[in-house]
């Protein structure tokens, strides 16, 4: 007997799959056929929350987050008022941490042991283009869901992956989900001539700056295992083309 | 003829100019080949190779490692001096090819158009063509070692290859030199004052060496006692270059320990001619045991074993099917959409 998850996720593989093979029906009347964002912000995984707070993570890292960069590229669905598209993201965050002894002394030198993921999502995006677009009003605001697995690795000062006593490797991936609202800025505006000039020599039609928050459970839909969830802002360039 | 105090300083003062810009081709660094501006390019080899350190500034260095090989085999040694601008065929602008050598650390300069030091070399020890002069001599000839046993001995000293050239008949010569350094003196090692070990690396604070060429420190270890007067070489030793902080404190990582294990630790110094120095007196060093932040999230009874799935993790485990139905699900429509939409095929425009 299927579970609910199972059933969820059979029909969102159905659905990606129907829109991908079809997806030409949506495209015809666009004018713009996608977009490509680049952003950074601090992410804190919430591995702590394992252990009701002060756990291995502030411990060890204190309370460094991670820089995290993300690229996503989105394909519009469907253009009218405003905008849906289906976006894949991919991104890369690392905290280091120093070695530290069996009695818990901290090694002072180079030695650092890093804690690395990669993010990958899949989303689904609208934006409230249509005032820009038509009227010149600089704001669109957007809002994205969908969902994530992030792959996560912990290494030592060698490079190799860590491992614990009862040969637990340090390394796999965790699902779950995010959502996500922005604001971007449409830059056109500011400067039309270099917009222009923009699209010309590179085929990028308009230009945004933006700011979102972003809301992310990667706990497995609940299960045991690391906590990689985090809510967290992060800025950057988008360029629909 | 009375001299005025003006003309008195300027006549000192062009003089002292005319004195440091005449001596200005025979001035170098006091350890370092001569040269001059009308030789652009000296270069002496061994042929074959012997695993020299590096040649650099005209200059080959030849130490305990290679000794007894050169000795054996009596290569030739060979420099070419070469130039863009001089007719090294014509006796007007080549005073001739000539050998000496000199203790290390002697600073005189030598001219061998002046000096007895020299020994000029016979016509059939070196080639001359118009742009360049090429010497070759044996090197049992060259550097005075004809046994095995001369390898033992404590020669340090710097032997050259000089050609004496002018660039108008009846100047004045300058010279250009090649050096080839011969050093079969050991260095002395550093004294380890302190170590502390990790699985991964190895920290010491030392007293540098003393042997003023010694040009790199490194770490050697190994899980028995070291005896004196061993090479870091030798067989059941481990040895790691140290990547020093000042003078006194360096590091050796990308080391592979077991944690909790006995090491014997000492150091080495090398020179600039590739000898090493026997390891210093060593200390026995327990390898701390580390954790990383994997060991405290497992000690503190973290749930995560590790491995690729959608929902709970297993150690070692695979992503689940699903994840790739997912995936492919995905890539399929991003080719859909990079590819985009087809071509339509052009109306047909007909005649009236």
């Given at each position: 007997m299927m579970t609910l998850k199972t059933k969820a996720s059979l029909f969102l593989c159905f659905a990606l799959l129907t829109l991908g093979l079809s997806q030409s029906a949506f495209a015809e009347q666009d004018r713009t056929r996608g977009m490509m964002e680049f952003k950074l912000g601090p992410y804190l995984p919430a591995v702590d929350s394992e252990f009701g707070g002060d756990g291995p993570y502030a411990q060890f890292f204190g309370d460094r987050s991670m820089l995290s960069g993300e690229f996503q590229l989105d394909f519009h669905l469907w253009q009218g008022i405003g905008k849906l598209s289906l976006g894949t993201h991919v991104g890369y965050g690392r905290v280091q941490g120093r070695l530290r002894t069996e009695d818990g002394e901290v090694l002072e030198g180079a030695e650092r042991v890093s804690f690395r993921t990669i993010p990958l999502r899949t989303s689904l995006v609208y934006r409230f283009d249509y005032g820009a677009m038509r009227y010149g009003i600089p704001l669109v605001p957007v809002v994205k869901a969908g969902l994530d697995y992030h792959l996560w690795r912990v290494s030592t000062p060698d490079g190799e992956t860590a491992e614990s006593g009862d040969g637990a490797r340090a390394a796999g991936g965790r699902a779950g989900w995010h959502a996500t609202a922005g604001l971007h800025l449409h830059l056109n505006v500011i400067d039309r001539r270099s917009a222009a000039a923009f699209a010309h020599n590179w085929g990028i039609k308009n230009t945004y700056f933006f700011g979102e928050y972003t809301l992310s459970r990667i706990d497995g839909f609940g299960s045991a295992g690391i906590d990689l969830s985090d809510n967290h802002w992060a800025v950057g360039l988008a360029f629909e083309f | 003829m009375i001299l005025t105090r003006k003309a008195t300083r300027s006549g000192l003062l062009l003089l002292a100019v005319g004195a440091l810009v005449g001596l200005a081709p025979l001035v170098?660094?006091?350890?370092a080949p001569q040269r001059t501006s009308a030789i652009s390019e000296v270069r002496p080899t061994l042929e074959p190779t012997y695993d020299h350190p590096e040649a650099e500034r005209a200059t080959l260095y030849v130490g305990k490692g290679q000794c007894e090989a050169l000795v054996r085999d009596n290569p030739e040694l060979r420099v070419v001096f070469e130039t863009t601008t001089l007719n090294l065929r014509s006796d007007d602008f080549v005073g001739g090819v000539y050998r000496y050598d000199q203790e290390r650390g002697a600073s005189t300069q030598v001219n061998c158009d002046r000096s007895e030091r020299c020994i000029r070399l016979s016509d059939e020890r070196y080639e001359r063509e118009e742009r360049r002069i090429t010497a070759r001599i044996p090197f049992r000839e060259f550097s005075g070692l004809n046994s095995a046993?001369?390898?033992?001995?404590?020669v340090d000293e710097n032997r050259y290859v000089q050609v004496l050239v002018r660039t108008a008949a009846g100047g004045d010569w300058s010279v250009a030199e090649a050096r080839v350094l011969i050093d079969l003196v050991r260095p002395e090692p550093p004294e380890l004052l302190d170590a502390f070990a990790t699985e991964y690396s190895v920290r010491v604070e030392l007293e540098p060496s003393?042997?003023?060429?010694?040009r790199a420190s490194f770490l050697v270890y190994s899980s028995s006692p070291i005896e004196a007067d061993?090479?870091?070489?030798?067989?059941g030793l481990t040895i790691r270059p140290l990547e020093m902080v000042g003078s006194d404190r360096g590091t050796a990582s990308g080391l592979s320990l077991e944690g909790g294990a006995e090491l014997y630790i000492g150091l080495a110094a090398r020179d600039h001619a590739g000898n090493y120095s026997f390891v210093s007196e060593a200390q026995q060093v327990r390898v701390a045991r580390t954790q990383t932040f994997w060991d405290l999230y497992r000690e503190a009874g973290g749930a995560e074993e590790g491995g690729y799935g959608c929902q709970a993790t297993g150690q070692g485990g695979a992503p689940s099917p699903l994840f790739f139905v997912v995936l492919l699900g995905l890539v399929a429509f991003f080719l859909r959409s990079a590819v985009g939409k087809p071509e339509r095929a052009p109306a047909k425009v007909g005649r009236k």
């Open positions: - | 170098a660094d006091a350890r046993a001369d390898c033992e001995s404590e003393a042997s003023d060429d010694a061993t090479l870091p070489t030798a067989s």
